[in-house]
């Protein structure tokens, strides 16, 4: 039992104390931005329920209170593009991506679930159209009180609405924000600001009675550090003295397996050390190709939609032993929150009538066992309380978000290293139960011809990373065809990637084979079949790329990832300061081989990639362009790319094995 007979070395003495001060809780949530979501939608059934499940159920897994998501901008935000509900001032379709969908389906498990929502980037015309686009504009006002009014059509109601993702504040673009709010009939939604780091917004805020008013949250990122270990969370005593609440409104970062240690720290210590009253961890679910960036950065991991295989790891039960057993709108108790003096912290949370109360306590920095005696007053009921712990130490899952035994106030427990531990009062708690089945790689043949969808798809597994490619009429032929649809360049975030490319498949198992698209160019530029496409970052989609012109041009070319300067912009950065991560990373192109064939640009051509070994095979129309040695690409996935911003569409995409 954890209940010990107390000992001569004195424990830590905790007092929940129910009259004591505390700020009010607004919850654990996660965030979907950046095409993290993106592969989820195209799993099967029932693995796509039970992974919802995972992340949603109350009772069942992360029981997330909070769900944050991106306001699609049809440009690169991490790990793809995500689509725009409003590509003109005169378009509105409010169907597009998987965000709509994602959070009916979090309503659908836990309606009480508190709806988020930030925009990385927005179409063109809602920018400020300078060489450095912003979104500090009127347009952007009407382009969000657009997408809320999407969100009404879809009956969701959002609590909460930032500015822009990490790239500081116009105040006077808030103040705007906040009016048209009210005068659209949002007024209850909370404005956040701003989204980025070091609390440099609390001097506008300060200096500017207009922009104090119009915000309502304080949100900042990665508070306890960026890739670290996540030990301390402060805020500034003027954050603390606004009267306004403190979010830490994207942390995380770290895979779903190693970084559960991490998270159990940066779920407490946000409000003990800073008074953040909510965390919210990116990504959600890692569901992209881990070609791309921040590989298995998530909750959970579910990058798998043709074996329905998800891995559902400590983070979700990290997360649950917050959420399972805690309300937004509880609050916090000041008289039990701190740190253990072997390592290891603890927090209490009581719901307001104060008949529950929980207290989180982990010990992931402890070396040897902490003892902690807790009491209880104020109010709160003097009677048994159930013990929860998760060993975040053991990969054994049964280890994970066990029921163990019961304490009663003014017990000693003995709390072992490396753990999380919630004593409630409450109940309903529950462990999901549902196994995935086993990972598969996607076996060759691919084949895509896009038929089988309804115009504006996005057809399955095929992810964008800039830009978007959609289903639509063939131009020129029969059927339906993919077709990139954006024609102006997107207001950016990072700036990368600006040019429109699309990838599907699999990094480790497609080695040798042949691609082949048909493409047609809508008069200029070019369009482009990548193939052993085996990492993206920065302005690189490395791997091999033909490239045809509409001119007749061609360019059999390696694009990689060496010599890319792979650090991050810091925000502490001088070079940095204004614009997180403006810093260009020129990818390392060398050109194979090139030519110019005689093509009639609006007409339809077949361009091929054959892989085998450390030999490509590039053709045009049937007839060979040339055959050279692939440099560094081993294997990996197939890609689409068209010249910013053409229209090319491309149709009967197939991968067939060679031998
Ligand atoms: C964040 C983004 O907001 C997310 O969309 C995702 O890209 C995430 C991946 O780690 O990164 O942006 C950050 C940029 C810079 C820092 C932290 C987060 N930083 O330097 O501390």
């Not at 009921?381 to 003014?410: C, E, H, I, Q, Y």
């Not at 690189?540 to 007749?552: K, Q, Y």
């Not at 990832?561 to 925000?571: E, F, I, K």
């Not at 339809?604 to 060979?624: E, N």
Request: hydrophobic fraction near 35%; include cysteine.
């Amino acid at each position: 039992s954890l209940a010990t007979p107390a000992r001569a070395a004195a424990p830590r003495q905790v007092t929940i104390d129910g009259a004591a001060g505390g700020r009010v809780f607004d919850g654990v949530g996660a965030l979907s931005a950046g095409g993290s979501s993106r592969l989820l939608i195209d799993y099967p059934e029932p693995q796509r329920s039970r992974i919802l499940d995972y992340l949603f159920k109350p009772g069942y897994g992360a029981a997330l209170q909070i769900l944050k998501v991106e306001i699609g901008g049809d440009t690169n935000s991490t790990d793809g593009a995500e689509p725009s509900h409003m590509r003109t001032p005169s378009d509105l379709d409010c169907d597009r991506g998987y965000e709509w969908w994602l959070m009916e389906q979090a309503k659908a498990r836990n309606p009480r679930i508190k709806l988020s929502a930030l925009q990385w980037g927005a179409p063109g015309w809602a920018g400020s159209g300078e060489a450095r686009p912003t979104v500090w504009t009127t347009p952007d006002i009407d382009y969000l009180t657009s997408w809320l009014g999407c969100a009404a059509r879809h009956h969701l109601h959002i609590d909460y609405l930032g500015g822009w993702n990490e790239a500081y504040s116009d105040p006077g673009w808030y103040v705007r924000l906040h009016q048209a709010l009210r005068d659209h009939g949002h007024g209850d939604i909370k404005v956040v600001a701003d989204d980025s780091f070091n609390w440099d917004v609390l001097g506008p805020i300060a200096a500017d009675a207009g922009f104090r008013d119009a915000v309502d949250v304080v949100g900042q990122h990665y508070v306890c550090g960026y890739l670290s270990d996540y030990l301390r969370c402060p805020s500034p005593a003027a954050a603390q003295a606004l009267g306004k609440p403190l979010h830490a409104s994207e942390q995380g970062s770290l895979p779903y397996d190693s970084g559960a240690a991490p998270l159990a720290r940066a779920l407490s210590r946000p409000y003990i050390d800073g008074g953040m009253t909510s965390t919210i961890n990116w990504s959600l679910i890692a569901s992209w190709y881990d070609t791309m960036p921040f590989q298995a950065s998530g909750l959970m991991g579910a990058d798998e939609p043709w074996s329905g295989a998800y891995v559902a790891g400590p983070s979700i039960w990290a997360t649950a032993h917050t959420t399972q057993f805690t309300a937004p709108g509880w609050h916090y108790v000041d008289s039990a929150k701190g740190y253990l003096n072997g390592g290891g912290s603890y927090v209490a949370l009581r719901s307001p009538d104060s008949r529950d109360y929980s207290l989180v306590a982990e010990t992931v920095d402890a070396t040897a066992p902490q003892r902690l005696r807790f009491s209880v007053t104020g109010g709160l009921p003097d009677r048994p309380v159930a013990v929860w712990s998760t060993d975040l130490s053991s990969t054994d899952s049964r280890r994970w978000f066990v029921r163990a035994g019961s304490v009663r106030p003014g017990d000693t427990l003995t709390l072992r290293p490396g753990h999380v531990y919630t004593l409630s009062t409450t109940t309903g708690q529950g462990k999901g139960r549902a196994v995935s089945p086993p990972p598969a790689p996607l076996r060759l043949p691919y084949r895509d011809g896009f038929q089988s969808y309804a115009d504006g798809a996005t057809p399955r597994y095929i992810s964008d990373l800039d830009g978007a490619f959609e289903v639509s009429p063939c131009t020129g032929r029969a059927g339906r065809c993919l077709r990139q649809v954006i024609g102006t360049q997107p207001v950016w975030w990072n700036g990368w990637l600006r040019r429109p490319v699309t990838v599907v498949g699999d990094l480790k198992s497609w080695r040798d084979y042949e691609a082949g698209v048909d493409v047609r160019l809508d008069g200029d530029g070019w369009a482009e079949l990548l193939g052993r496409v085996d990492g993206q970052w920065a302005d690189a989609v490395s791997g091999i790329h033909l490239r045809l012109s509409a001119d007749g041009d061609w360019q059999l070319y390696d694009e990689n990832l060496r010599g890319q300067d792979s650090t991050l912009c810091v925000p502490s950065d001088p070079a940095c300061a204004g614009v997180a991560r403006q810093r260009t990373h020129p990818a390392q192109r060398r050109t194979l081989a090139a030519g110019h064939a005689a093509v009639p640009a609006r007409k339809w051509h077949r361009l091929r990639l054959g892989f085998s070994g450390d030999q490509v095979t590039a053709s045009l129309d049937g007839a060979r362009l040339a055959r050279v040695g692939t440099p560094v690409h081993a294997s990996g996935q197939v890609g689409l790319g068209v010249s910013p911003w053409r229209h090319a569409e491309f149709d009967d995409l197939s991968v067939t094995p060679v031998r």
